[in-house]
């Protein structure tokens, strides 16, 4: 039986959830987001195996027109999904081509290498936020239409039970957005005091209300709250 739980989570956005383990040890989930496009093509958050359930309903939403790396370290199978879907436009964090085995993976845009203006044809629907000062260089996407705010690492939510559903091991942790150790892992993890202090602020002047990471469970309502807890430290 597949590990993998899909479901769409509002009108034109679905989830691709299944069980990782950070370092093989820490249950933190694994996630992919696909949103439907008014042009009928599929943006995609490219963050688990591209495996059959996961082409059959990909088929189902359209054609894939843009695969998406959301940090340095979110980019396992970004050449898989480029291969099935060659006339799509591969778009990263410049930070990731050190860690990419596949040298020949050519990308179409670059956060962290293009111009911070640079508009790459999704912009009338999904906004972007690249964080320069946090260490993964991660981007925030929201998707205007449902009011959803889509990260890989800025944002846990754990336990990620979701994730684990339907896994024989079993998600455990308590890292919520609001809690002292979130806080402390946000703080951690910047290297550049004043752009965290300019993204995390234009993050949370964003009209969003649900919250889909990579890892943890999805954010159904009350987001922006929780990003301003998070993020308290850089936006107050």
Request: glycine content about 6%; some cysteine.
């Amino acid at each position: 039986m597949s590990d993998t739980v899909i479901r769409e989570v509002v009108k034109d956005v679905w989830t691709f959830s299944r069980p990782f383990a950070r370092f093989g040890i820490f249950p933190f989930g694994g996630r992919s987001t696909a949103i439907k496009l008014h042009n009928g093509g599929v943006w995609i958050l490219a963050s688990t195996p591209l495996n059959d359930e996961t082409k059959s309903k990909l088929k189902d939403i359209g054609d894939v027109k843009y695969i998406i790396g959301a940090d340095a370290v979110h980019y396992l199978y970004l050449a898989d999904f480029k291969q099935e879907y060659p006339d799509a436009k591969l778009i990263g964090v410049a930070g990731a081509l050190n860690n990419i085995k596949d040298k020949t993976l050519k990308f179409d845009g670059l956060w962290g290498r293009d111009p911070p203006d640079t508009k790459y044809g999704f912009e009338d629907e999904i906004q972007h936020c690249y964080f320069s000062g946090y260490q993964n260089r991660d981007v925030a996407f929201l998707h205007t239409p449902s009011k959803t705010l889509i990260e890989a690492d800025l944002m846990l939510n754990l336990p990620a039970t979701e994730q684990y559903s339907k896994s024989l091991s079993w998600a455990f942790g308590n890292v919520k957005p609001n809690s002292w150790l979130h806080r402390n892992v946000v703080q951690s993890q910047a290297t550049d005091v004043e752009a965290m202090k300019r993204d995390s602020r234009k993050v949370a002047a964003w009209d969003f209300d649900r919250i889909i990471p990579c890892h943890g469970d999805v954010i159904e309502t009350d987001g922006n709250k929780a990003w301003r807890d998070a993020y308290k430290h850089f936006i107050d």
